[in-house]
Nanobody, 119 residues
Framework: QVQLVESGGGLVQAGGSLRLSCAASVPIYTVASMDWYRQASGKEREFVASIAFLSTPNYADSVKGRFTISLDDAKNTAYLQMDNLNAEDTAVYYC?????????????WGQGTQVTVSS
Protein backbone atom coordinates (compact mmCIF):
# COMPACT_ATOMS: atom_id res chain seq x y z
CA GLN A 1 0.00 0.00 0.00
CA VAL A 2 1.29 3.44 -0.96
CA GLN A 3 1.01 6.14 1.70
CA LEU A 4 0.05 9.60 0.45
CA VAL A 5 0.23 12.85 2.40
CA GLU A 6 -1.54 15.88 0.97
CA SER A 7 -1.13 19.52 1.89
CA GLY A 8 -1.85 22.99 0.58
CA GLY A 9 -5.60 23.32 0.80
CA GLY A 10 -7.33 26.34 2.28
CA LEU A 11 -9.62 29.29 1.72
CA VAL A 12 -9.08 31.56 -1.26
CA GLN A 13 -11.08 34.23 -3.04
CA ALA A 14 -12.44 33.68 -6.52
CA GLY A 15 -9.74 34.36 -9.08
CA GLY A 16 -7.00 33.35 -6.68
CA SER A 17 -4.54 30.46 -6.70
CA LEU A 18 -3.53 27.52 -4.54
CA ARG A 19 -0.97 24.77 -4.91
CA LEU A 20 -1.66 21.31 -3.54
CA SER A 21 1.12 18.83 -2.77
CA CYS A 22 1.02 15.05 -2.50
CA ALA A 23 4.02 13.20 -1.10
CA ALA A 24 4.19 9.47 -1.85
CA SER A 25 5.93 6.83 0.25
CA VAL A 26 7.43 5.17 -2.84
CA PRO A 27 9.43 6.42 -5.83
CA ILE A 28 6.96 7.89 -8.29
CA TYR A 29 8.51 6.05 -11.22
CA THR A 30 7.21 2.84 -9.62
CA VAL A 31 3.55 3.87 -9.89
CA ALA A 32 1.43 3.83 -13.02
CA SER A 33 0.10 7.35 -12.44
CA MET A 34 -0.44 10.03 -9.82
CA ASP A 35 -3.85 11.61 -9.95
CA TRP A 36 -6.02 14.25 -8.36
CA TYR A 37 -9.71 13.83 -7.76
CA ARG A 38 -12.18 16.06 -5.97
CA GLN A 39 -15.51 15.66 -4.24
CA ALA A 40 -17.86 18.55 -3.62
CA SER A 41 -20.48 18.34 -0.90
CA GLY A 42 -23.38 16.19 -2.04
CA LYS A 43 -21.67 15.16 -5.26
CA GLU A 44 -19.73 12.16 -6.48
CA ARG A 45 -15.95 12.14 -6.57
CA GLU A 46 -14.68 13.31 -9.96
CA PHE A 47 -11.43 13.16 -11.86
CA VAL A 48 -9.37 16.34 -12.01
CA ALA A 49 -5.93 15.57 -13.42
CA SER A 50 -3.48 12.74 -13.96
CA ILE A 51 0.19 12.37 -14.76
CA ALA A 52 2.56 9.46 -15.21
CA PHE A 53 6.34 9.60 -14.92
CA LEU A 54 7.78 11.08 -18.13
CA SER A 55 4.31 11.30 -19.69
CA THR A 56 1.90 14.01 -20.80
CA PRO A 57 -0.68 15.02 -18.20
CA ASN A 58 -4.43 14.71 -18.62
CA TYR A 59 -7.07 17.10 -17.32
CA ALA A 60 -10.80 17.23 -16.85
CA ASP A 61 -12.40 19.70 -19.24
CA SER A 62 -13.58 21.81 -16.31
CA VAL A 63 -10.00 22.60 -15.22
CA LYS A 64 -8.10 22.71 -18.52
CA GLY A 65 -6.15 25.92 -18.86
CA ARG A 66 -6.47 26.73 -15.14
CA PHE A 67 -4.88 23.75 -13.33
CA THR A 68 -1.42 22.28 -13.86
CA ILE A 69 -0.27 18.91 -12.54
CA SER A 70 3.44 18.20 -12.17
CA LEU A 71 5.89 15.79 -10.58
CA ASP A 72 9.09 16.18 -8.60
CA ASP A 73 10.66 12.73 -8.75
CA ALA A 74 13.45 13.73 -6.36
CA LYS A 75 10.83 14.38 -3.67
CA ASN A 76 8.34 11.67 -4.76
CA THR A 77 5.78 14.45 -4.83
CA ALA A 78 3.00 15.51 -7.16
CA TYR A 79 1.67 19.04 -7.31
CA LEU A 80 -1.56 20.58 -8.49
CA GLN A 81 -1.25 24.27 -9.27
CA MET A 82 -4.73 25.77 -9.35
CA ASP A 83 -5.18 29.22 -10.87
CA ASN A 84 -8.21 31.39 -11.55
CA LEU A 85 -10.24 29.46 -9.00
CA ASN A 86 -14.00 29.80 -8.86
CA ALA A 87 -16.72 28.71 -6.47
CA GLU A 88 -17.34 25.51 -8.46
CA ASP A 89 -13.82 24.38 -7.55
CA THR A 90 -14.78 24.16 -3.87
CA ALA A 91 -14.32 20.54 -2.82
CA VAL A 92 -12.19 18.08 -0.92
CA TYR A 93 -9.25 17.25 -3.15
CA TYR A 94 -7.78 13.75 -3.03
CA CYS A 95 -4.45 12.55 -4.27
CA UNK A 96 -4.42 9.02 -5.65
CA UNK A 97 -1.91 6.63 -7.16
CA UNK A 98 -2.43 3.59 -9.31
CA UNK A 99 0.07 0.78 -8.98
CA UNK A 100 0.47 -2.27 -11.19
CA UNK A 101 0.31 -5.56 -9.30
CA UNK A 102 0.04 -9.17 -10.37
CA UNK A 103 -3.41 -9.59 -11.85
CA UNK A 104 -4.29 -5.95 -12.21
CA UNK A 105 -3.93 -2.55 -10.62
CA UNK A 106 -4.45 -1.15 -7.14
CA UNK A 107 -5.47 2.42 -6.30
CA UNK A 108 -4.51 4.12 -3.04
CA TRP A 109 -5.89 7.41 -1.73
CA GLY A 110 -4.71 10.25 0.44
CA GLN A 111 -6.75 11.68 3.29
CA GLY A 112 -7.98 14.66 1.29
CA THR A 113 -7.49 18.39 1.67
CA GLN A 114 -10.27 20.98 1.68
CA VAL A 115 -10.27 23.77 -0.91
CA THR A 116 -12.84 26.51 -0.42
CA VAL A 117 -13.26 29.32 -2.93
CA SER A 118 -15.26 32.32 -1.79
CA SER A 119 -17.14 34.34 -4.38
Amino acid sequence: QVQLVESGGGLVQAGGSLRLSCAASVPIYTVASMDWYRQASGKEREFVASIAFLSTPNYADSVKGRFTISLDDAKNTAYLQMDNLNAEDTAVYYCSVETSVIGGRVRDWGQGTQVTVSS
